[in-house]
């Protein structure tokens, strides 16, 4: 072969591996990924809400309540309904303790928003009356009125100042408790058998009382959660028969978180038949696993006493 032949094929073979090269390299050629970035989701209060402790017209979406509770009031989105027999200083008290008990630091902010959320959801509220028998006799009750979830509160047992109990601490609590922290956690608070709390109660009870016999009211049938007689080392021993295993539940935490906040101390005689750790001290001591529960940061329960003067 000669010199111009082998020099005509060497440069056969580098054209053609140049070829192949690129073949080769531009199908591989990735170019930049566009980025794409997502917004960054902020922690918020699902609910903008606002604090107006007033009294007010009722809204139009309760306006079949006007017939039988006039008044009206609201604290974080959750209704007061009252009657005209009700004083507008209890119906404002009512409202501040709800108010307090929500926002126990009082900054304008429900210090659980779940819980608040948990509660406008469901519609619950609380309904005034100037007493018992004003309840009966407005027909309310024998109205198409859905009150399943309205708490009823008397004004002739909330005590804004004096020695007497305010029943305000106790009903407002137990809507708080019984459909907010029990719809939020419901491992946890609750109100019924397995929970957290049921397991606590049951402790404090001296066993498991849940089906002890059944009673018939208004025309239907419930399972008694009292038994015969309650062991000598239960330190909760509520009796009253129509109170079911979930209504128990619900007294236990109103009995402890109470008496956590002091607001039991005076009353240890008068309550002993119900509830025998009065003080936080007792409930430190003996109850130490609903003291732990109920003080626990995470649940942002309240740890100041509602007095009823929220803001002040």
Not at 140 to 151: A, F, G, R, T, Y
Not at 290 to 302: G, N
């Amino acid at each position: 072969m000669s010199k111009f032949q082998i020099l005509f094929f060497i440069l056969i073979v580098l054209f053609s591996g140049c070829i192949q090269t690129e073949a080769i390299e531009e199908p591989i050629e990735i170019s930049e990924p566009e980025v794409i970035e997502e917004p960054i989701q902020e922690i918020v209060s699902t609910k903008n809400y606002k604090l107006d402790l007033t009294i007010k017209s009722i809204p139009s979406e309760y306006s079949e309540m006007e017939e039988y509770l006039p008044k009206y009031g609201e604290v974080f989105g959750i209704p007061f309904f009252a009657s005209e027999r009700v004083p507008d200083n209890k119906l404002l008290h009512g409202m501040n303790i709800m108010a307090q008990y929500l926002d126990n630091n009082e900054d304008g902010t429900p210090d659980n928003d779940l819980v608040v959320d948990k509660l406008v959801e469901e519609k619950v509220g609380i309904m005034m009356f100037k007493n018992e028998n004003e309840g009966d006799s407005l027909g309310i009750w024998e109205s198409d009125l859905p009150l399943d979830k309205l708490q009823e509160l008397h004004a002739d047992e909330v005590i804004i100042s004096g020695s007497q109990f305010d029943a305000s601490l106790e009903e407002v609590l137990h809507v708080i408790t019984d459909i907010g922290y029990e719809g939020v956690y419901p491992s946890v608070f609750g109100e019924f058998s397995g929970s957290q709390l049921a397991n606590l109660m049951d402790n404090a009870r001296g066993g498991h009382f849940e089906n002890e016999g059944t009673m018939i009211e208004d025309g239907e049938t419930f399972q008694i959660a009292v038994p015969s007689s309650y062991p000598s080392s239960a330190w909760y021993t509520y009796d009253d028969e129509t109170c079911g295993y979930d209504c128990m539940n619900t007294e236990y935490i109103y009995w402890a978180l109470t008496s956590i906040l002091d607001a039991q101390k005076d009353r240890c005689g008068d309550i002993s038949d119900e509830w025998k750790l009065c003080t936080k001290e007792k409930v430190m001591s003996q109850d130490s696993g609903i003291y732990e529960l109920l003080t626990d940061s995470r649940y942002s329960l309240p740890t100041i006493l509602p007095d009823g003067t929220y803001g002040n």
